[in-house]
Nanobody
Framework: QVQLVDSGGGKVQAGDSLRLSCAAS????????MGWFRQAPGKERDFVTA????????AYADSVKGRFTISRDNAKNTMYLQMNSLKPEDTAVYSCAAKWGTNVADRRDYRYWGQGTQVTVSS
């Protein structure tokens, strides 16, 4: 089993930045493709970004390209999401996720999930 704990959410103003973290345990972190998803109230969960096990390949939703950056530190078993220039429409519960697949562009088959951390962006 893989356990994921995400953190770092909070309340910010439009234009501010936040960095989310996702700590993994239970399996070799370097063997997992990692991603971030978000879900706003009353809406479906949406893909945000993903990163390969080596960190060499990434994928981003069009809505966050140029503003969000995903990274990972395998030595620390931790993944990060740096969110800059936040907008009110970024408000959502953000959850980290992991899968054994290697295709970062594939939004399916994420098996392990963090509990979610709330990000609220005020205009």
């Amino acid at each position: 089993q893989v356990q994921l704990v995400d953190s770092g959410g909070g309340k910010v103003q439009a234009g501010d930045s936040l960095r989310l973290s996702c700590a993994a345990s239970g399996r070799a972190f370097s063997g997992l493709t990692m991603g971030w998803f978000r879900q706003a109230p009353g809406k479906e969960r949406d893909f945000v970004t993903a990163i390969s096990w080596s960190g060499g390949r990434t994928a981003y939703a069009d809505s966050v390209k140029g503003r969000f950056t995903i990274s990972r530190d395998n030595a620390k078993n931790t993944m990060y999401l740096q969110m800059n220039s936040l907008k009110p429409e970024d408000t959502a519960v953000y959850s980290c996720a992991a899968k054994w697949g290697t295709n970062v562009a594939d939004r399916r088959d994420y098996r392990y999930w963090g509990q979610g951390t709330q990000v609220t962006v005020s205009s």
